[in-house]
């Protein structure tokens, strides 16, 4: 069964520091989203983005983030200067529409740790 | 604007039997899907159930069924015949199916253990 991709699994970056968090969606979805969920706490929806633009973002999605499709495969989420409360699992998800009864596909998660 | 609120911060069950696990939802969109995810101790996000609230039949896919109970606006996730791998947080979410609501809104979670 296709699945959503995440790498890296876990990634640890000094505070400060950019990074990137990358995903390959299913292949044939259209819509693509980022969550968020720190440790023990629920998780929280950061952006949606379809036909190359973000459609949707919260509060928590400030200019310190962007996302990016670089290619037709790959989704990326980039954190321009780190802070400690960014420390969190990262999920990539995806689906084939936003109506109807179409789920979010989600990724493993990338376990982002800020030092 | 749309809340979950799942009450149950834990639960047990025993290998075999039923477990209901509770999610009351409050929402002005006339038209919402509600969702349930599994998330095991590996951190996964899995996709379990749908209902639409104008679904006129509960959701049902295998051992999972889906108590939909619309004028109370609850959603509660039945697993029947528990299995030891059942045991993972679990997540109710909501979104609305119009307009340009696309985020999953997910309530806090419950976490099962099923036990021998």
């Known amino acids: 069964e296709p699945e959503v991709t995440q790498t890296p699994s876990h990634q640890v970056t000094q505070m400060g520091q950019e990074v990137i968090l990358r995903c390959v969606p299913i292949?044939?979805?259209?819509?693509f989203y980022w969550y968020r969920q720190i440790l023990g706490q629920k998780v929280e929806f950061l952006v949606s983005f379809y036909n190359n633009e973000i459609s949707e973002k919260s509060e928590i999605f400030d200019d310190q983030f962007s996302v990016e499709r670089p290619d037709g495969s790959n989704f990326t989420l980039k954190i321009r200067s780190t802070k400690l409360e960014d420390s969190a699992m990262y999920f990539c998800?995806?689906?084939?529409?936003?109506?109807?009864?179409?789920?979010?596909?989600f990724g493993d998660g990338t376990r982002l740790s800020i030092l | 604007a749309q809340k979950i609120t799942q009450t149950q911060p834990g639960m047990f069950v025993q290998e075999k039997e039923a477990v209901t696990l509770d999610c009351t939802y409050d929402t002005s969109d006339p038209s919402y899907g509600l969702f349930w995810y599994k998330q095991p101790s590996s951190g996964e996000m899995i996709f379990l159930i749908y209902?639409?609230?104008?679904?006129?039949q509960n959701a049902t896919e295998g051992r999972y069924s889906l108590n939909f109970q619309k004028a109370r606006k609850s959603a509660n996730l039945v697993i029947s015949a528990s299995q030891l791998g059942d045991s993972a947080m679990y997540f109710c979410a909501m979104r609305d199916l119009e307009g340009s609501g696309y985020a999953l809104n997910f309530g806090k979670g419950t976490s099962l253990l099923v036990t021998p």
């Open positions: 209902q639409g609230s104008y679904d006129q």
């Open positions: 998800a995806s689906s084939t529409q936003t109506g109807g009864n179409q789920p979010q596909h």
């Open positions: 292949s044939n979805h259209l819509y």
